[in-house]
T-cell receptor, first 118, second 109 residues
Framework: GAVVSQHPSRVICKSGTSVKIECRSLDFQATTMFWYRQFPKQSLMLMATSNEGSKATYEQGVEKDKFLINHASLTLSTLTVTSAHPEDSSFYIC??????????????FGPGTRLTVL | GQNIDQPTEMTATEGAIVQINCTYQTSGFNGLFWYQQHAGEAPTFLSYNVLDGLEEKGRFSSFLSRSKGYSYLLLKELQMKDSASYLCAVMDSNYQLIWGAGTKLIIKP
């Protein structure tokens, strides 16, 4: 099946610093990737939709200047958390949309990145 | 608005069968997904339904009725490792997944 990787899997940083998270589709091309955030004991919350070669579409309440998304190629999207604060500590998960033609659609998830801001 | 409803928590016994229901109201429909998520891990794909009916995959089956906006995930021969959260998600007309809050399944010996 299709594989999506994320790097790093875990990061601890100081408040005020920036953190970059990479999401790669390893064996398929993904024109659309999604970035989610999940707080403990809650469901996934969509942050933004990333389309290759164009600006990301952010969900309401998500600051685009704080969460910078770059989808420079068909296999790589990056999320940069700028000037991180402790409240940004969360589990960040990316997914890549694969269309198999016809009625088939699926999103493949990366393993997630645990961000802790001290 | 868009809405996905599923029970918050269910408890079942090892070896038994459990059915997790999901009802939805979304703008457009490009399929319904069930994912399993263990604590601290990303979701893993279980099933995909886009047409009405039952899809069986080993111990897991998923059912869809588009006219009723209803799906269920059926888990048979429950094992302790099945203890996890089960997430129902509908792909809308923009190919975005609309997520339910998840059902925490507790398996008891």
């Amino acid at each position: 099946g299709a594989v999506v990787s994320q790097h790093p899997s875990r990061v601890i940083c100081k408040s005020g610093t920036s953190v970059k998270i990479e999401c790669r589709s390893l064996d398929f091309q993904a024109t659309t990737m999604f970035w989610y955030r999940q707080f403990p004991k809650q469901s996934l919350m969509l942050m933004a939709t990333s389309n290759e070669g164009s600006k990301a579409t952010y969900e309401q309440g998500v600051e685009k200047d704080k969460f910078l998304i770059n989808h420079a190629s068909l296999t790589l999207s990056t999320l940069t958390v700028t000037s991180a604060h402790p409240e940004d500590s969360s589990f960040y998960i990316c997914s890549a949309h694969l269309s198999g033609g016809g009625d088939y659609n699926e999103q493949f998830f990366g393993p997630g990145t645990r961000l802790t801001v001290l | 608005g868009q809405n996905i409803d599923q029970p918050t928590e269910m408890t079942a016994t090892e070896g038994a069968i459990v059915q997790i229901n999901c009802t939805y109201q979304t703008s457009g429909f490009n399929g319904l997904f069930w994912y399993q998520q263990h604590a601290g891990e990303a979701p893993t794909f279980l099933s995909y339904n886009v047409l009405d009916g039952l899809e069986e995959k080993g111990r897991f089956s998923s059912f869809l009725s588009r006219s009723k906006g209803y799906s269920y995930l059926l888990l048979k021969e429950l094992q302790m490792k099945d203890s996890a959260s089960y997430l129902c998600a509908v792909m809308d007309s923009n190919y975005q997944l609309i997520w339910g809050a998840g059902t925490k399944l507790i398996i008891k010996p």
